[in-house]
């Protein structure tokens, strides 16, 4: 149903009410709150009208019995029914409607025409009914809502226009209903909602100008209905919504413009809905998401355009979905360390963003592979400390990575490291990507050698695992070759018999056993051939007539762990 057509809907019981209108309600008006209440109080269920009156014409006559202000309508009641003061016109006198309480029925100032002076609803209660300011006219002065209570009927202020005062809706309480401020122009002065309260019908400010000035939603908040921002133009000064908390619905921010001041959303809760900043405009000043907390729904910055500030997410909170940061250029300093909530993140993208400044993304514990593929940086990128999981499936034998992506992914950060002359982070980055490859790019045999050198080496950064391989050969060679036989039955007798066997083992047949399992795993030091010669002499009676096969077999496995070993240190101290 249009707003139009919610508002013209007949009383049904228009005929059996009290309508007080015209002059009589001009008369009873100027009476004062005294005898008005008193009406009310005889009058419980009535409607008011002051349609299209205009109050100008009686300021002198209030400013001579001393009233507080020029239009004063300050602690009124009004009766259950209709209250209609549309297409009103107030003059350039202060206005007071502060105080007042409204009961059930609409509550109409749409077309109203307030003057240059203040106009003041402060500590007003609105009913349960639809409150309209539909295409309502404030002049220059200050306008006060601060602290009004609104019931749970639809709220109206679509297409009014404000004046250059400032606007204080500051602790203002919206019941249930939906909240409309649709094609609102604010003009310049402060707007503050600062800790103000919805209800859980949608909050609509989209197509809305904001002058310049302070605009705070500091504190404010939302319920579960969707909060509409979008095509929203923000004139020059601070935005702020610090400390905001949004429940449920979808925070729509897209193709809104911010003008020349910084943008605060640190310590926003935006909810479990969709965040929107898509095609979204920035101004000069710096845009702050510090320790924001997105929930289950997807975050979209993509296609925005930002100036010269500075961008920060640091402590951010990323949901379960996925987070957009796609196609942006960003001029200033970017910070998105320290990143939290990230286990579950179905995907971190900055696809074909550009970064003219520096970039941290020291970001630890992601459940995926944050995406920069076609991404430019021309300053450095800080990697440092990204900790990610690589998401696979299927068998320990052949488990493959879930998502084939990853593999561009992996490889856009490893050649980010590489340009950062980040050694080591390309180093675990490029292990990464092999292990994505596995299975997917490469065939049986490649993906069979690759497991090899990951669980031999972690692809060249390990020196412990193929020193502790070669250690540990050497002894099964020496042990070997000195006639050292576990046995591998179950009978007590044959553990007796192996003890007894190993405890006549002399000294010296150990000593040669180790001379030819060095000798043979270092045959280029020079004096390798000669030991292995004599250690091979003292043990003839106890090597079998395979031995040279078993020694060659040896000698090339000790070789590939010294060769990995060696990779492994030249990994490690690279310059």
């Keep these: 149903m249009s707003e139009v057509s919610l508002l013209n809907s007949p009383n049904e019981s228009l005929a059996k009410r009290v309508v007080l209108e015209g002059d009589d309600a001009i008369h009873l008006w100027l009476k004062g709150k005294d005898a008005w209440n008193q009406w009310v109080e005889d009058n419980p269920e009535a409607d008011v009208s002051f349609e299209d009156v205009d109050f100008s014409k009686y300021a002198p006559r209030l400013q001579a019995d001393h009233s507080s202000l020029a239009h004063s309508f300050r602690d009124f009641h009004f009766p259950n029914g209709d209250i209609t003061f549309s297409g009103t016109h107030f003059g350039n006198t202060d206005v007071d409607f502060s105080n007042i309480t409204f009961a059930k029925g609409k509550i109409d100032f749409s077309y109203a025409n307030f003057g240059e002076g203040n106009v003041d609803f402060a500590y007003t209660q609105f009913g349960d009914g639809i409150a309209t300011f539909i295409q309502t006219s404030f002049g220059d002065g200050n306008v006060y809502f601060t602290e009004a209570k609104f019931g749970n009927g639809i709220i109206l202020f679509s297409n009014s226009k404000f004046g250059q005062g400032n606007k204080y809706f500051s602790e203002a309480t919206f019941g249930n209903g939906r909240v409309t401020f649709r094609d609102v122009n604010f003009n310049s002065g402060d707007v503050c909602f600062t800790n103000a309260t919805f209800g859980i019908g949608k909050v609509d400010f989209s197509n809305t100008k904001f002058g310049d000035g302070i605009l705070s939603f500091i504190n404010t908040e939302f319920g579960e209905g969707d909060v509409d921002f979008s095509k929203v133009e923000f004139g020059d000064g601070n935005v702020r919504f610090a400390n905001s908390i949004l429940d449920s619905g979808k925070a729509d921010f897209s193709r809104t413009v911010f003008g020349n001041g910084d943008v605060i959303f640190s310590n926003v809760d935006f909810g479990e809905g969709d965040v929107d900043f898509s095609k979204t405009k920035y101004g000069y000043g710096d845009i702050d998401f510090t320790k924001a907390r997105f929930g289950l729904g997807q975050t979209d910055f993509s296609e925005a355009k930002f100036s010269d500030g500075n961008i920060r997410f640091s402590g951010a909170t990323i949901g379960s979905n996925s987070f957009l940061f796609e196609k942006n250029t960003i001029k200033g ?12 993140t179905k995907l971190i993208s900055f696809r074909h963003s550009i970064f003219e400044k520096s970039l941290d993304f020291s970001v630890k514990g992601m459940g995926c592979i944050p995406d920069f593929t076609s991404t430019k940086t021309t300053n450095q990128v800080v990697l440092q400390e990204l900790e990610y999981k690589l998401r696979r499936e299927g068998s320990w034998f052949k488990e493959q990575a879930t998502d084939i992506d990853d593999i561009a992914r992996l490889r856009r950060i490893k050649e980010i490291a590489e340009n950062n002359k980040d050694h080591a982070a390309a180093l675990r980055f490029h292990a990464d990507e092999m292990r994505a490859k596995r299975w997917h790019e490469m065939g049986t045999s490649a993906s069979l050698l690759d497991m090899c050198f990951s669980g031999l080496s972690n692809y060249g950064q ?97 070789f590939l762990f010294l060769f990995l070993i060696g990779l492994g240190l030249r990994n490690r101290f690279r310059i």
């Design 462 to 558: 390990s020196i412990l695992r193929p020193f502790s391989a070669l250690c540990t050969l050497m002894l099964t060679m020496v042990l070997y070759v000195v006639g050292f036989a576990f046995p591998l039955s179950l009978n007590p007798k044959d553990y007796s018999q192996w003890l007894s066997n190993t405890l006549n083992i002399d000294f010296s047949t150990y000593l040669y056993g180790f001379e030819l399992a060095v000798s043979s795993a270092l045959p280029f030091i020079s004096s390798s051939r000669n030991v292995n010669k004599t250690a091979g002499e003292a043990l003839a009676d106890t090597l079998p007539s395979y031995f040279g096969a078993i020694s060659l077999v040896y000698g090339g496995l000790c």
């Design 333 to 344: 300093f970017a910070y998105f360390n320290d990143l939290l909530g990230l286990t579950s």
